[in-house]
């Protein structure tokens, strides 16, 4: 009894007990499988690795518009990781990218998304984290999974190039599988899709709408918030098996992905928040909540739906006259990724939006076009697309100047190298600082997108540029490089004025006043 107690406590199935601890069979040890039974498959690999096996040419480009095809077997067999790293010059690559899987001959694929949301990281960006079935490194561009995705007559994945005019220079990828004799009659079909309503429309937003029978496990939710207040008072709802009412009803977006008060930017194996920037317009968050231990199990259909509602504050006022509009809908552009198992396997009947109303309309400026300046001009290295400012001295300067076309208010990002040969600058918008003193030292070539803030900007010619604070910290080792330089791959430039959701919401405010008498 003492035995059977233990093993009930450990989490160890027993299927047969004996006084004789041999005849104790593991059916499940846990999260690294069971590794002390012969392993009853094949294992195969699809890869990017180059056909001369000495070759060091692993990289496979995909052309603009193009589809790669990354793997098409036959089954029966089961997909257990998936891996791959891209080297593009387009910023948007990670919407740009579009990974499909086809199962058993269909046409249509049962898993489509933008690359970087699959990954949990939306609205183009890249992060580090950790979870159980997806973790990223390399500040975000290599990219992991480790969803099951099983197959009995075939499989198909691709990733197509949806950006028409700038190729994919570089796509790494291994896709290890397991080729089997059989697969149980019960076996699941792995799912994802991805939404987005840019902006959200009245009423709930619909993450997933599916008929079959399955169970879901995960999602992936995005927005860039075209108001300034707390977006994330959205009670989450699952209809399962066609109710009129939901069986589950959440407290709140943040409560449904496991944080509280608000958001910060963390990870967790099953849930956690990759990007959250702030409150402002123009602000971005992406989380992810995994349904791992949890799944949710439907019989006949399933819906699942999230309210997009939140607080408006009014952010011409002084922070004590913030005027707090109770929890109303709110106009941010939100897109996301449902993740979930059925049987028998579907897609989406709704078009899969394109690369234009994925992407927002901001305006590229890369640094290599750009006109800049630099005191002291000792080395100024055009790089296309970047430029590498090394100036040898702790105190140099680098200015950009670019024109605003019109009155407005715009949102400044910046797209930097960190490496080892960068140092300390100060970013500055006119000749005035924004923000505090960056380090860009990294140990490796990493690019990193960097907020430069949201400002009131006049049209005509306008700088940005970097003054030198002097070396990295971060290394300080002998023979370490100690050049303090910066290496500047271009800027985005968006008009949130030009938005139709910040022009909706401004529109409502303005009503509000004029009903007050304001």
Known sequence: MRNLLYAVLTGVAIVAFADDRSDIIIADAGALGNLTQVQA????????????????????????????????????????????TVGAYDP????????????????????????????????????????????????????????????RESIKVTVTNDNTEMRVDSFYYYLSW????????????????????????????RILQTEGKGHYVGTVLSALQMETGWFGEGDDFFYIDGAELPQLRGTGTEDYFNDSWGFREFSTPYY????????????????????????????????????????????????????????????????????????????????FPSRAERVPPATMLMAASMTYTADPPLLVVPMEPAVLYVPGIDKGRIDFDFEVPEDGRYRLDGIFMYSLFCGVYQPLLDGEPVGQPVDFGARGMDPVWLPLDIHLLKAGKHTVGFAGSGESSKFKRALAPAEGGIAVVGFQLMRLDTLDGYQQALKLELEKRAAKGK
């Open 92 to 151: 948007y690559y990670a919407r740009s990218l579009v990974l499909r899987v086809y199962y058993d001959g269909l046409e249509e694929p049962s898993v489509e998304a933008p690359l970087g949301d699959f990954f949990g990281v939306g609205n183009a960006m890249e992060r580090q984290f950790t979870s159980q079935p997806v973790a990223t490194s390399s500040n975000g561009r290599s990219r992991a999974c480790y969803w099951q995705m099983p197959f």
């Open 272 to 351: 956690g928040v990759p990007v959250y920037e702030g409150v402002l317009a123009g602000d971005r968050v992406s989380a992810y909540r995994w349904h791992i231990t949890d799944p949710i199990p439907f019989t006949t259909a399933l819906r699942t739906e999230i309210e997009h509602r939140g607080s408006i504050f009014n952010d011409q006022a002084p922070l004590m006259q913030i005027e707090v509009g109770g929890f109303i809908e709110r106009y941010d552009w939100v897109s996301s990724v449902a993740f979930w198992y059925q049987y028998p396997p579907v897609f989406s009947p709704e078009p």
């Open 178 to 205: 397991r080729k089997l004799e059989s697969l149980p009659e019960d076996t699941l079909y792995f799912h994802a899709r991805y939404r987005q309503e840019y902006p959200a429309k009245p009423g709930n937003y």
């Open 41 to 84: 498959y094949e294992a195969r690999r699809a890869s990017s690795s180059h056909v001369e096996i000495h070759s060091n040419g692993d990289a496979r480009p995909i052309e603009a518009g193009a589809t790669l095809v990354l793997m098409d077997e036959q089954g029966p067999g089961i997909i257990t990781h998936f891996w791959n």
